[in-house]
């Protein structure tokens, strides 16, 4: 009898395995009563959230495992974080809904300073360049307005506004790395929205088209080409994502639905999320074809996106809630003498009881790799992520509790599981 139970769990397991391993999308933790605006990820691959107060205080949530685990850095109680920005220094801005409208952390969130912005009004997207150089948007009253600091956010002056235009908003700030700069605006009435083009560090701006289009969000790749998104505007006909390609003048219209934001990978891969159609939808050939990638996730309006260091993705729900997802692997493949081919993955000693030797193919080190452990119900027990050289990885299991267990193991493009014991 003890037989038929252990062969009937591993069955359960192994398809439960293989069902994940299907997925796009891995839902992560995140304290409840929380609404997630913004999502944030430094170099090292720590994770930063901006939420409101929906019971559990407002402000930004930090995870230093990948997820599994959060704490609130910044307690704004009954107030909220909408906007965060990390920079190549790794210093950490959050926009805030609070009378003290911008935040910074100079130490991974451990501490933060308020910094003396002019305007108190909601901090909606920030740009860092450098280690001095902020640029924020803000509504104001008489329209957007775009605000510079060349110290580090102890003064500033006004670069961009909009007149007569309250409901106007800057949604998005990006720099190539030529130093051209584009701003986003979104609004509600003719005349409104569009995208703005400036080349001397934001001193002029000219307006290069999409007037009445709601924009969301910006994005460029390699080529040169510029992509927005737009949730509509005065007409749900101009939500959509456009292109602007390197040396024309108009833009093209790539696909409908009204998309909350996007980014692009380093392989020029467009991923936008969408609350029409609900879910993520992605582009592998430079924006000529779209298609829905929801499997690992509910039904329902997506929002805020976000990139980590090693091509991760991450989307959160449009409206508000605590849900967060990632993607299982990275967005980038690797080259591979052949993705279909059989790779051989050694781990002993098994059962272990101290230490699990984990030995790969040589066509697959060098790489940077999740490492995951699961128990018998597919709870996490373990995760890191490592380098992983032609001496393989040691694994340290004597904290685990005696049972079964399966060891994953996420490359670019390819995920592999084996089973262990541990005494």
Known sequence: MKHKILLLLFAVLLVTLNSEAQDFWEVLPFPESTDIYCTAVNNEGDIFVGAANDGAPGGVYRSLDNGQTWSLVLDLGEFSVISLEISNNGNIYAGTNWVNPLYVSLNNGETWEALPLPLSHNVVCILSIGSDTLFVGQPDVPGAVLSRSIDGGQTWETVFTTNDHSSECINDIIITPSGTMYIGLSGYFPGMGGVYRAVDNGNTWEFIGLFDCMITSLATNSAGDLFASSWGGTSLNNAGVYALRNGQQDWDTLTGGQISDMVINSEG????????????????????????????????????????NLEYIYVTAHYGSNF????????????????????????????????????????????????????????????????????????????????????????????????????
Not at 286 to 301: E, H, K, T, V
Not at 366 to 395: A, Q
Not at 401 to 413: H, M, Q, R, S, W
Request: net charge negative.
């Open 269 to 308: 891969h467009i991923y936008c999320s969408s609350a029409w159609p609900d879910g993520v939808i992605r582009s592998l050939d430079n924006g000529a074809s779209f298609q829905l990638i929801d499997s690992g996730i509910p039904s329902s309006p997506m929002g805020d996106l976000a990139i980590d």
């Open 324 to 423: 967060l997802a990632k993607s299982v692997g990275p967005t980038v493949s690797v080259t591979e003498p052949d993705n279909k081919a059989t790779v051989n993955l050694l781990i002993y000693p098994d059962p272990a009881s101290d230490f699990l030797n984990i030995c790969i193919d040589a066509c697959m080190v060098e790489h940077v790799i999740m490492i995951s452990v699961h128990d018998i119900t597919c709870k996490t027990v373990y995760v890191s992520r490592t380098p992983l050289d032609s001496s393989g990885f040691r694994l340290p299991v004597s904290d685990l509790p005696a049972g079964l267990y399966i060891v994953k193991l996420a490359f670019p493009n390819r995920i592999l599981t084996s089973k262990f014991i541990k005494l």
